[in-house]
């Protein structure tokens, strides 16, 4: 059981160069999440998908697309990185009916810079 | 912007002794209010919750302490050792549908030998 997998888990990019972020999921969750974590800040919502075929923005959206594929898979696509973007994104999900307080998983990461 | 404000930044500890880390909230959405414990490279990993109802949890040598009418709660590390040094969240549910948390800024805890 893995639990939440995101990849890749390093990136470097170009300022202007698209990628996408892959998180799958094999709990049967049905929430899913992206979050991103910068020094002294926390962790910000960017996305959130709240089950298969639904997508909100976050706190911090702007930059940044996703797709919730079907029930395991929610992608992040950054179409034009830039050096704001650098930092550190994690991907998470319940279970529909629990609270994300009390039961919400984290995957372990996607390292990412653009220079 | 609901914020949840936490302290201290940073925590040096001796070995055996006692780590407290405090937040204080806005929401009053009514949901559980969990601790995060990361490590260097890792994801953070759920520590212990508590709901607005209680007003104390206890689960081994971590213990939360809840305090609604002052909107704030706080973590107790009891007999801290070298290896709960990590980074520490707290979290608030924000409410408004979507199952939202709103995160502390972290706490780097350090416990030395």
């Known amino acids: 059981n893995a639990g939440v997998t995101q990849t890749p888990k390093f990136q470097v990019l170009k300022t202007g160069q698209s990628m996408t972020l892959q998180c799958a999921q094999d709990?049967?969750?049905?929430?899913m999440y992206w979050y991103r974590q910068d020094p002294g800040m926390g962790l910000r919502l960017i996305y959130y998908?709240?089950?298969?075929?639904?997508?909100d923005k976050g706190e911090v959206p702007n930059g940044y697309n996703v797709s919730r594929l079907n029930k395991r898979e929610f992608s992040l696509r950054l179409e034009s990185a830039a050096p704001s973007q650098t930092s550190v994104y994690f991907c998470?999900?319940?279970?529909?009916?629990?609270?994300?307080?009390?039961?919400?998983?984290f995957g372990e990461g996607s390292w990412l810079t653009v220079v | 912007q609901q914020q949840v404000k936490q302290s201290p930044q940073s925590l040096i500890v001796q070995k055996g002794g006692i780590s407290i880390i405090n937040c204080a909230y806005e929401?009053?959405?009514?949901?559980?209010f969990p601790w995060y414990q990361q490590f260097p490279g890792k994801g953070p990993a759920l520590l212990i919750a508590?709901?607005?109802?209680?007003s104390e949890k206890k689960e081994g040598r971590f213990t939360i302490s809840f305090n609604k009418s002052a909107k704030q709660f706080s973590l107790h590390i009891m007999d801290s050792q070298p290896g709960d040094s990590a980074t520490y969240f707290c979290?608030?549910?924000?409410?408004?549908?979507?199952?939202?948390?709103?995160f502390g800024t972290g706490t780097q805890l350090k416990v030395e030998l």
């Open positions: 979290a608030s549910p924000r409410g408004g549908g979507g199952n939202k948390l709103t």
């Open positions: 508590i709901r607005p109802d209680v």
């Open positions: 709990m049967n969750h049905n929430s």
């Open positions: 929401n009053t959405a009514f949901d559980y």
């Open positions: 998908s709240a089950s298969e075929g639904t997508t």
């Open positions: 998470a999900s319940i279970l529909q009916g629990e609270s994300a307080g009390n039961t919400i998983y």
